[in-house]
């Protein structure tokens, strides 16, 4: 079996846990040792071989997949971290993988999983991947319906028919994401499922279905050298989940009924699904006193959270921002977001990058703040900025600089002014040490997308 697994998502739903370029697969959860695309990656690996895993990602989140995957000392073949150059759901997503995978092997069963859900009873959901194999070598796509437990708004319906096999049922209809009545009146049906997003299929099964209902996106892929024009391929690709424009047109689709404990964690209220209330119906994940308070959900990292005679509330504290909501606006998270217009929605205070991280010291008007750490041997790219000039200082190792036409070896305690659109590039030439410095950004606009790169080594652009 090859497995794909779906690494994307615009990190809305668990902020300010959650960025744009900190996404909701790369969380630990309290209490767990691993990620969600870890722990995804791990159930995977009990009945895929590792070298038949592929992860679909986003180019922009590549380095921190592979750091993610690497730091679980697996070897893991990094080709198979396949990068997309723009976000177009998931038909797109994984049509790519699909062609990636037809160059390497034959009419092998595909597994299509998502990287961020969480799933207990990992044992018993191996031996229901088992039964799908079983049923997808009969021909159909299959997917895992979950029993519902609760009205349910956010998620698609599934409504089951008479059986395939033993293990499946045809498909009557879709319900996509019902309103509240609907939802209510659904969830008490023996017959109907929640959408897990969780496919198993045949390479030829899903290239047949692919070919009748988007032919247009099966030809943009058949040409063997199509991985020479992604950027031009995805261009004119649709934005198109799998749902949509594949699953509810065919009719060569089954369900098989996942009786396992399983969550798309799509929201902050999910919370109360994983952990235990105490005897106030709270949930605390965070260094917190509370006085009186009532079922709230508290959660943090360094900070002390003292709260008291609160109810019905949600707490969510980050280093750079707070979440107070009540429990019954907790999917208006997204909306909070799209109103946010500062870096807060992208970036954490703290920015992992594949030459190390940066984090914010200040950030004013005018100006930046930031403590820069380059790990050994590691470069950030040669770049200039056309909005803002920067002064560095050297707090801790040896830079190597690029600036202009120069190289410049700066010690500790000595200081470099960079003028606005001269290419620059910082190093750490230490085979063992990291090195540290302050930088000093001023001008008049200092986001980040303000960075021309001219060359660099992790393919960003």
């Known amino acids: 079996m090859i497995s794909i697994i779906l690494a994307g998502g615009a990190g809305t739903r668990l902020w ?3 960025r744009k370029y900190w996404p909701k ?12 695309l870890q722990k995804t990656f791990l159930r995977i690996k009990k009945f895929t071989d590792v070298e038949k895993i592929f992860i679909v990602v986003n180019r922009e989140h590549k380095f921190l997949v592979k750091e993610n995957i690497q730091d679980l000392n697996i070897d893991f073949p990094l080709e198979n971290i ?4 723009d976000i177009k759901n998931t038909l797109p997503a994984i049509t790519f993988a699909c062609f990636v995978i037809k160059e390497k092997y034959s009419d092998e069963i595909i597994g299509v999983f998502p990287s961020d859900h969480f799933i207990k009873e990992e044992k018993k959901f191996v031996s229901f991947i088992k039964k799908a194999k079983s049923t997808a070598k009969k021909g159909p796509i299959v997917l895992f319906g979950i029993k519902p437990t609760r009205i349910e ?15 499946s049922f045809y498909i ?4 996509e994401k019902p309103d509240f009545e609907t939802a209510k009146n659904l969830t008490f049906l023996e017959n109907v499922y929640w959408n897990s997003g969780i496919f198993i299929f045949s390479l030829k099964t899903f290239f047949e279905e692919l070919k009748i209902y988007q032919p247009k996106i099966y030809k943009k892929f058949e040409n063997k050298s199509f991985q020479t024009k992604l950027e031009e391929i995805y261009s004119q690709l649709p934005s198109l989940p799998i749902d949509k424009g594949l699953i509810e047109k065919t009719k060569n689709v089954v369900v098989i009924p996942l009786s396992i404990f399983w969550d798309d964690l799509g929201s902050w209220a999910s919370f109360e699904r994983i952990y235990k209330k105490n005897e106030q119906g709270n949930i605390i994940l965070a260094n917190n006193v509370d006085i009186g308070s009532k079922d709230i959900t508290v959660f943090g990292d360094k900070r002390l959270i003292a709260t008291c005679g609160l109810e019905n509330l949600i707490i969510v504290d980050s280093e750079d921002a707070l979440l107070v909501l009540n429990k019954n606006f907790d999917q208006k998270v997204k909306d909070i977001v799209e109103r946010i217009s500062d870096e807060t929605t992208l970036y954490h205070k703290t920015t992992q990058r594949p030459w190390g991280f940066y984090t914010v010291l ?29 002064q560095w200082f050297v707090v801790k190792g040896i830079a190597k600089i690029i600036c202009g036409n120069k190289i410049l070896y700066l010690k500790q305690g000595q200081t470099l002014k960079i003028e606005k659109n001269i290419p620059h590039r910082l190093e750490n030439p230490s085979n063992k040490n990291v090195l540290e410095i302050v930088e000093v950004a ?8 303000d960075i021309v790169r001219l060359e660099d080594d992790f393919g960003r652009k």
Do not use: W
Not at 172 to 175: A, H, L, Q, R
Not at 442 to 449: A, C, M, N, P
């Open 82 to 85: 396949l990068c997309e150059p």
């Open 172 to 175: 009557k209809k879709f319900i």
């Open 153 to 167: 708004t956010d998620f698609g319906h599934i409504e089951s028919d008479i059986n395939f096999d033993k293990n």
């Open 25 to 36: 697969f790369l969380i630990k959860l309290p209490n767990e040792k691993y990620s969600l």
């Open 362 to 390: 200040r950030n004013e008007k005018g100006y930046k703040v930031k403590l820069i750490n380059v790990l050994p041997n590691k470069k950030l790219s040669l770049q200039k900025h056309k909005k803002r000039a920067e």
């Open 16 to 18: 300010p846990v959650s």
């Open 442 to 449: 001023y001008g008049s606009y200092l986001g980040e997308d």
